[in-house]
């Protein structure tokens, strides 16, 4: 089968078991709908194969959050001016992506699967140019501990990203420690990294600014004034409580009835039931309070869309303490972030929100949610949180530097 055919899928690696149960020599393949895998060429095919081409940059993802990052990221790295290719890598060790969500977010399939070992292994290979992350995955993370490792020539830059809104983002700089690239946001951020890694000093490393879903925001749609859609972006965590998720439900419910002329929409991050390995197991999911809402207005309804199809349509984006807010800004979009619901006090997440976005003008009261009114974004805090969007040529710069960093241990003449 082709790769034009109308059949290709994607392609898979597969991992077939010697006798003693170990694992044999990792075969490409390409997996193809109604026809079996077929096995491609080895890398030493012949004086007659074709010069193999720019080596690609992996990007890695293992759930919803991690998938939304790779397919942005891949986006920031197509539009940058260097353009390399790009392989979104799904990494099963720490698998919580449900087939619904791989098929709605990824439905051409992963360029190839890995597990703890391949991805270890992938760490230390010449085949490919980068790694890029917003997870730090166990497997990544001891591979590239060793100082030596990480002075070696050859491996791919290993560049890791915050996984979104970071509320703790010190439990996570220990974790970016050994990689060859990390990327923060906001900017204090950056200089509160700096001032830890004074006390590494391991090997080379270079600091960045920026998130592919924190990018400066776009100019507002052309058809916001006639747009009717309101969505509200759940979060997996927040609001805790069943009371603090009604209060939600309840004033969603009456901006519905005071707008009849528009929908109000509950966009689902998980279905029920689904995804229960999650970083975030989700409790008192939203479908089965409103079946307890008395009388719902016909215009309040659910959706598990995907955040680009809500940015469509959407004419004001509501989170509690979704990373989702930051998506309605960057689309130019009104947001409104809401933290006075019930029992907010007993929220973990809800006081790191409100530092995270103090000054932004957008954390709404309630009376102001129930009146959509909304306000424009400081720009001195935009600044501060979202990158500008040259994003994918410094993330290319880094690796080039990385490429090109002093004191490389190479292999000893066999």
Same mark, same amino acid.
């Given at each position: ?25 990792? *075969? ?11 096995? @491609? ?11 193999? #081409? ?57 360029? =190839? ?13 010449? +085949? ?20 030596? &490792? ?8 290993? *560049? ?5 809104? $970071? ?5 996570? &700089?220990?974790? !970016? %420690? ?14 509160? =990294? ?16 920026? /998130? ?17 859609? *309101?969505?509200?972006? +759940? ?26 002329? /528009?929908?109000?929409? *509950? ?12 970083? /975030?197991?989700?409790? =008192?999911?939203?479908?089965?309070? @409103? ?29 509690? +303490? ?22 907010? =006090?007993? $929220? ?15 954390? +709404?009261?309630? #009376?102001?949610?129930?009146?959509? !009114? ?30 090109? %960093? ?9």
């Amino acid at each position: 089968m082709s790769d034009d055919s109308p059949g290709y899928r994607a392609e898979i690696w597969l991992y077939p078991l010697a006798e003693d149960g170990s694992e044999g020599a990792p *075969i490409r393949a390409r997996l193809g709908t109604g026809a079996a895998p077929q096995a @491609l060429p080895a890398s030493d095919a012949g004086a007659d194969a074709e010069p193999a #081409g720019p080596k690609p940059v992996v990007i890695l993802f293992s759930d919803d959050s991690t998938l939304f990052f790779a397919l942005r990221m891949r986006d920031v790295l197509r539009n940058s001016a260097e353009a390399p290719p790009v392989d979104l890598v799904w990494y099963t060790g720490e698998n919580a992506l449900s087939f619904r969500q791989m098929a709605q977010l990824l439905p051409e399939g992963p360029a =190839y699967s890995l597990g703890p070992k391949q991805l270890s292994a992938l760490a230390g290979s010449d +085949t490919v140019r980068a790694i890029i992350t917003s997870r730090v995955y166990r497997a990544l993370g001891d591979a590239i501990r060793s100082v030596p &490792f990480r002075m070696s020539a050859g491996r791919p830059c290993v *560049i890791s990203f915050l996984g979104g809104l $970071d509320f703790f983002p010190q439990n996570g &700089f220990a974790r !970016r %420690r050994n990689c060859d690239g990390v990327y923060l946001f906001p900017t204090s951020n950056i200089e509160a =990294y700096r001032e830890a890694a004074l006390e590494w000093d391991d090997a080379w490393q270079e600091v960045g600014f920026g /998130h592919p879903s924190f990018l400066r925001p776009e100019d507002p749609p052309a058809d916001l004034a006639s747009r009717r859609d *309101i969505f509200f972006f +759940t979060q997996a965590l927040s609001p805790s409580t069943k009371r603090g998720r009604m209060h939600m439900l309840q004033a969603l419910a009456a901006m519905a009835r005071a707008n009849p002329d /528009h929908t109000v929409w *509950i966009k689902l991050r998980h279905l029920p039931n689904e995804n229960q390995k999650h970083l /975030h197991l989700e409790r =008192y999911h939203y479908p089965g309070l @409103l079946e307890e809402l008395d009388n719902p207005p016909p215009n309040l309804k659910l959706t598990a869309c995907t955040m680009d199809e809500a940015l469509a349509t959407a004419a004001l984006g509501i989170t509690c +303490t979704s990373t989702a807010a930051i998506d309605v800004v960057r689309a130019g979009i009104p947001a409104m972030v809401h933290l006075d619901f019930v029992d907010n =006090y007993r $929220d973990p997440l809800v006081e790191p929100m409100r530092k995270l976005f103090r000054g932004s003008n957008l954390i +709404t009261p309630l #009376g102001d949610m129930l009146e959509k !009114r909304a306000q424009a974004p400081d720009p001195a805090w935009v600044e501060k949180m979202l990158c500008p969007r040259d994003l994918g040529d410094r993330v290319m710069q880094t690796v080039a530097r990385f490429e090109t %960093r002093p004191f490389q241990i190479t292999e000893a003449p066999q």
